[in-house]
C-alpha cells in the first residue's frame, strides 16, 4: 500500500470515527511523510480526546522537533518519559532534543541510554561518533577557556595577598 493509500485510509477511519485511536497511526505517517505540521494538528485533536496514549506523544514531540520548535517538543517527549522511562522513541527524541540545543554531552548519554536499550543500531552509532567528533572542537575550547579563568583567578588571588600582606609590613 503506498504511502498516500494509508494516510487516506486513516483518515477515513478517523472521519467514520472521530474519538478512534488511529489518530496516531495517521500523525505518524503524516510524520514520516515530512507533513510536520498536519501531524502536529492531527496529534493535538487525537491528544486532546486521549491524552495519556504516549506514542501519539512522542509522535508530537518529533514533529514539533522537525518544524523547530524545540522547548515544546522537549516538554512532550519528557512527559512520555516521564511516564514510561523505557521508552525507547522518546530517549531518542530526547537525545535530538539535545543535540539541536547544542547540549553534546547531554545528548550522548541519552544516545549511549538508546544503544543500551536497543543493542546494535547502526543509526545511533553513526549519531554518536558524529556528536564525539562535533564535540572534541568544543571540549578543547572549553578546556582552554577553564585554564584561562583559572590562570586569572589565581593572578588576582596573588594581586590581593599582595595587597594585603604588603600593607601590613
Not at 13 to 40: H, T, V
Request: overall charge neutral; charged content about 30%; aromatic content about 6%.
Amino acid at each position: 500500500m503506498s504511502e498516500d493509500a494509508r494516510i487516506d485510509a486513516l483518515r477515513r477511519r478517523l472521519q467514520k470515527d472521530s474519538g478512534s485511536i488511529a489518530f496516531a497511526q495517521l500523525a505518524e505517517e503524516y510524520r514520516r511523510a515530512g507533513r510536520f505540521q498536519e501531524s502536529i494538528d492531527v496529534c493535538r485533536t487525537g491528544l486532546s480526546r486521549h491524552p495519556g496514549y504516549l506514542s501519539a506523544r512522542v509522535t508530537l514531540g518529533r514533529a514539533l522537533l522537525e518544524v523547530g520548535d524545540v522547548d515544546a517538543a522537549e516538554r512532550e517527549l519528557t512527559e512520555v518519559l516521564r511516564v514510561a522511562p523505557d521508552n525507547l522513541s522518546a530517549i531518542r527524541g530526547i537525545a535530538e532534543v539535545h543535540r539541536t540545543k547544542g547540549e553534546i554531552p547531554e545528548a550522548l548519554e541519552q544516545f549511549r541510554t538508546a544503544f543500551e536499550m536497543a543493542g546494535s543500531d547502526p543509526t545511533i552509532d553513526d549519531l554518536v561518533r558524529d556528536l564525539r567528533r562535533d564535540a572534541a572542537p568544543a571540549q578543547a575550547t572549553a578546556r582552554r577557556t577553564l585554564a584561562y579563568l583559572e590562570r586569572w583567578l589565581q593572578a588576582i588571588l596573588a594581586d590581593r595577598r599582595a595587597r594585603l600582606y604588603g600593607a601590613q609590613a
